[in-house]
Protein backbone atom coordinates (compact mmCIF):
# COMPACT_ATOMS: atom_id res chain seq x y z
CA UNK A 1 0.00 0.00 0.00
CA UNK A 2 0.79 3.52 -0.75
CA UNK A 3 2.19 5.88 2.34
CA UNK A 4 -0.54 8.84 2.57
CA UNK A 5 0.88 12.01 3.98
CA UNK A 6 -1.04 13.54 7.07
CA UNK A 7 -0.84 16.81 8.04
CA UNK A 8 1.35 18.09 11.37
CA UNK A 9 -0.78 18.93 14.11
CA UNK A 10 -3.56 21.53 13.23
CA UNK A 11 -2.22 23.34 16.37
CA UNK A 12 0.96 23.93 14.65
CA UNK A 13 -0.01 26.00 11.78
CA UNK A 14 -0.06 29.32 12.23
CA UNK A 15 -1.97 31.93 10.01
CA UNK A 16 -3.19 34.94 10.57
CA UNK A 17 -6.97 34.56 11.62
CA UNK A 18 -9.71 35.86 9.19
CA UNK A 19 -11.60 38.47 10.61
CA UNK A 20 -15.43 36.56 9.39
CA UNK A 21 -15.59 33.06 9.25
CA UNK A 22 -18.18 31.65 7.53
CA UNK A 23 -18.88 27.67 6.99
CA UNK A 24 -17.46 27.93 3.75
CA UNK A 25 -14.75 26.13 5.59
CA UNK A 26 -16.44 22.78 4.42
CA UNK A 27 -14.70 23.61 1.65
CA UNK A 28 -11.67 23.85 2.62
CA UNK A 29 -11.34 27.69 1.86
CA UNK A 30 -13.29 30.74 1.26
CA UNK A 31 -13.91 33.02 -2.05
CA UNK A 32 -14.56 36.52 -2.27
CA UNK A 33 -17.76 37.94 -3.29
CA UNK A 34 -18.63 38.06 -7.06
CA UNK A 35 -15.59 36.73 -7.94
CA UNK A 36 -13.64 33.28 -8.29
CA UNK A 37 -10.51 33.20 -5.77
CA UNK A 38 -8.14 29.98 -6.00
CA UNK A 39 -8.33 28.92 -2.46
CA UNK A 40 -4.69 28.97 -0.59
CA UNK A 41 -2.62 26.95 -2.61
CA UNK A 42 -4.90 25.32 -4.87
CA UNK A 43 -3.51 24.75 -8.34
CA UNK A 44 -5.68 24.97 -11.18
CA UNK A 45 -4.03 22.94 -13.43
CA UNK A 46 -5.45 19.83 -15.06
CA UNK A 47 -2.55 17.12 -14.70
CA UNK A 48 -2.87 14.54 -12.55
CA UNK A 49 0.05 14.20 -9.81
CA UNK A 50 -1.43 10.57 -8.24
CA UNK A 51 0.00 7.29 -9.55
CA UNK A 52 -2.67 5.08 -11.66
CA UNK A 53 -4.53 2.82 -9.31
CA UNK A 54 -3.53 -1.08 -9.96
CA UNK A 55 -7.37 -1.68 -10.09
CA UNK A 56 -9.84 -0.47 -12.25
CA UNK A 57 -12.15 -1.14 -9.14
CA UNK A 58 -14.20 1.81 -7.58
CA UNK A 59 -14.44 0.77 -4.05
CA UNK A 60 -11.79 0.41 -1.55
CA UNK A 61 -10.69 -2.24 1.15
CA UNK A 62 -8.37 0.05 2.93
CA UNK A 63 -9.69 0.94 6.26
CA UNK A 64 -11.11 4.21 6.33
CA UNK A 65 -10.66 6.68 9.56
CA UNK A 66 -14.25 7.45 11.27
CA UNK A 67 -15.16 10.51 11.03
CA UNK A 68 -17.69 12.53 13.89
CA UNK A 69 -19.30 15.69 13.83
CA UNK A 70 -20.86 17.75 16.48
CA UNK A 71 -24.39 16.97 17.33
CA UNK A 72 -24.87 21.09 16.18
CA UNK A 73 -23.79 20.56 12.55
CA UNK A 74 -25.68 18.52 9.84
CA UNK A 75 -24.20 18.33 6.65
CA UNK A 76 -26.13 16.73 3.90
CA UNK A 77 -25.31 15.41 0.50
CA UNK A 78 -27.68 15.06 -2.47
CA UNK A 79 -27.03 13.39 -5.78
CA UNK A 80 -25.37 10.50 -4.34
CA UNK A 81 -26.18 8.08 -6.24
CA UNK A 82 -26.01 7.89 -10.48
CA UNK A 83 -26.45 4.89 -11.08
CA UNK A 84 -22.38 4.28 -12.00
CA UNK A 85 -20.73 2.66 -9.52
CA UNK A 86 -17.40 4.49 -10.18
CA UNK A 87 -18.99 8.01 -9.80
CA UNK A 88 -20.78 7.10 -6.59
CA UNK A 89 -17.60 6.59 -5.48
CA UNK A 90 -16.14 9.18 -6.76
CA UNK A 91 -19.06 11.01 -4.65
CA UNK A 92 -18.96 9.22 -1.55
CA UNK A 93 -15.45 9.95 -0.96
CA UNK A 94 -15.86 13.84 -1.60
CA UNK A 95 -18.41 13.70 0.98
CA UNK A 96 -16.39 12.40 3.05
CA UNK A 97 -13.41 14.71 2.83
CA UNK A 98 -15.53 17.87 2.96
CA UNK A 99 -16.88 16.12 6.45
CA UNK A 100 -13.09 16.04 7.55
CA UNK A 101 -12.65 19.11 7.11
CA UNK A 102 -15.46 20.44 9.81
CA UNK A 103 -14.49 17.48 11.74
CA UNK A 104 -10.90 19.04 12.26
CA UNK A 105 -12.23 22.75 12.90
CA UNK A 106 -14.83 21.10 15.18
CA UNK A 107 -12.20 19.46 17.18
CA UNK A 108 -13.78 15.57 16.43
CA UNK A 109 -10.29 14.87 14.39
CA UNK A 110 -7.92 17.41 16.25
CA UNK A 111 -5.10 15.58 14.62
CA UNK A 112 -6.43 15.63 11.28
CA UNK A 113 -6.27 12.19 10.32
CA UNK A 114 -9.07 12.12 7.65
CA UNK A 115 -7.86 15.13 6.70
CA UNK A 116 -4.82 13.61 5.16
CA UNK A 117 -6.69 10.36 3.78
CA UNK A 118 -9.17 11.91 2.02
CA UNK A 119 -6.92 15.17 0.21
CA UNK A 120 -3.75 14.76 -1.61
CA UNK A 121 -1.24 17.42 -3.09
CA UNK A 122 -2.29 21.25 -2.82
CA UNK A 123 -5.71 19.82 -1.30
CA UNK A 124 -4.33 19.34 1.76
CA UNK A 125 -2.35 22.26 2.21
CA UNK A 126 -5.57 24.63 1.48
CA UNK A 127 -7.17 22.35 3.97
CA UNK A 128 -4.86 22.76 6.82
CA UNK A 129 -4.38 26.13 6.31
CA UNK A 130 -7.87 26.76 6.49
CA UNK A 131 -8.78 24.67 9.59
CA UNK A 132 -5.86 27.03 11.20
CA UNK A 133 -7.58 29.55 10.54
CA UNK A 134 -10.42 28.30 13.10
CA UNK A 135 -7.95 27.36 15.49
CA UNK A 136 -6.36 30.97 15.43
CA UNK A 137 -9.67 32.40 16.01
CA UNK A 138 -10.93 30.30 18.56
CA UNK A 139 -13.76 29.38 16.43
CA UNK A 140 -15.68 26.63 15.10
CA UNK A 141 -18.76 25.70 12.87
CA UNK A 142 -22.30 25.50 13.52
CA UNK A 143 -25.59 24.71 11.64
CA UNK A 144 -26.46 23.24 8.55
CA UNK A 145 -25.14 22.93 5.02
CA UNK A 146 -26.37 21.72 2.06
CA UNK A 147 -24.45 20.52 -0.84
CA UNK A 148 -26.65 19.68 -4.46
CA UNK A 149 -26.11 19.83 -7.93
CA UNK A 150 -23.23 17.19 -7.51
CA UNK A 151 -21.75 15.90 -10.67
CA UNK A 152 -18.70 13.47 -11.55
CA UNK A 153 -16.97 13.48 -14.61
CA UNK A 154 -14.04 10.66 -15.11
CA UNK A 155 -10.62 11.20 -16.80
CA UNK A 156 -9.44 7.73 -17.14
CA UNK A 157 -9.41 5.28 -14.48
CA UNK A 158 -7.78 7.48 -11.61
CA UNK A 159 -9.14 10.90 -12.35
CA UNK A 160 -12.89 12.22 -11.87
CA UNK A 161 -13.36 16.18 -12.34
CA UNK A 162 -16.53 16.85 -9.29
CA UNK A 163 -18.45 20.13 -9.63
CA UNK A 164 -21.01 20.85 -6.75
CA UNK A 165 -23.22 23.48 -5.00
CA UNK A 166 -23.09 24.77 -1.22
CA UNK A 167 -26.14 26.04 0.59
CA UNK A 168 -24.38 27.49 3.54
CA UNK A 169 -27.42 30.50 4.13
CA UNK A 170 -28.13 28.19 7.71
CA UNK A 171 -24.86 27.75 8.61
CA UNK A 172 -22.21 29.78 10.76
CA UNK A 173 -19.02 30.09 12.82
CA UNK A 174 -19.68 30.11 15.98
CA UNK A 175 -17.49 31.03 19.14
CA UNK A 176 -15.52 28.23 21.41
CA UNK A 177 -15.30 29.57 24.25
CA UNK A 178 -18.62 31.74 24.51
CA UNK A 179 -20.87 29.55 22.69
CA UNK A 180 -22.17 32.60 20.66
CA UNK A 181 -23.24 32.02 16.93
CA UNK A 182 -22.02 34.74 14.44
CA UNK A 183 -25.44 34.68 12.38
CA UNK A 184 -25.43 36.52 9.59
CA UNK A 185 -28.20 37.32 6.83
CA UNK A 186 -28.73 35.41 3.93
CA UNK A 187 -27.50 36.67 0.25
CA UNK A 188 -26.08 35.65 -2.75
CA UNK A 189 -22.73 34.75 -1.29
CA UNK A 190 -24.47 31.71 0.99
CA UNK A 191 -24.49 29.91 -2.09
CA UNK A 192 -20.93 28.66 -3.35
CA UNK A 193 -19.96 26.66 -6.27
CA UNK A 194 -17.11 24.31 -6.13
CA UNK A 195 -14.77 22.59 -8.87
CA UNK A 196 -12.57 19.78 -7.77
CA UNK A 197 -10.54 17.59 -8.91
CA UNK A 198 -9.79 13.84 -7.40
CA UNK A 199 -7.47 11.51 -7.78
CA UNK A 200 -7.29 7.77 -7.09
CA UNK A 201 -5.09 6.43 -5.58
CA UNK A 202 -3.19 2.59 -4.81
CA UNK A 203 -5.43 2.03 -2.17
CA UNK A 204 -8.66 2.77 -4.41
CA UNK A 205 -9.68 6.04 -2.15
CA UNK A 206 -11.24 8.90 -4.47
CA UNK A 207 -8.51 12.18 -2.95
CA UNK A 208 -8.91 16.10 -3.79
CA UNK A 209 -6.17 16.82 -5.25
CA UNK A 210 -7.18 20.45 -6.21
CA UNK A 211 -10.24 22.68 -5.36
CA UNK A 212 -11.52 26.09 -6.64
CA UNK A 213 -14.67 28.08 -5.03
CA UNK A 214 -16.82 30.47 -6.34
CA UNK A 215 -19.58 32.36 -3.88
CA UNK A 216 -21.97 33.67 -4.87
CA UNK A 217 -22.27 31.89 -8.17
CA UNK A 218 -25.07 32.04 -10.21
CA UNK A 219 -25.45 28.97 -10.82
CA UNK A 220 -25.64 27.93 -7.28
CA UNK A 221 -28.82 30.51 -6.28
CA UNK A 222 -32.43 29.30 -5.42
Known amino acids: MTRRRRPARLAAVTLTAAAALTLSACGGGDSS ?3 KDKIAGADTG ?3 SASPSP ?3 STSTVGRPKIELPADLKMTFEDAETGDPVKDAVLADNAE ?3 AVNAAIAGTDPEGAALGFYNTGKAIEASVSWVAQFEKANATVTGEV ?3 DRKATL ?3 ASAVLTFCADESKGFSKDKKTGKV ?3 PVTKNSYVLYNTRLDKNADGVWQTAQIISTRGAAQCQP
Open 146 to 148: RYF
Open 55 to 57: SAS
Open 182 to 184: AKT
Open 33 to 35: SDE
Open 46 to 48: SGS
Open 155 to 157: KGK
Open 97 to 99: RMR
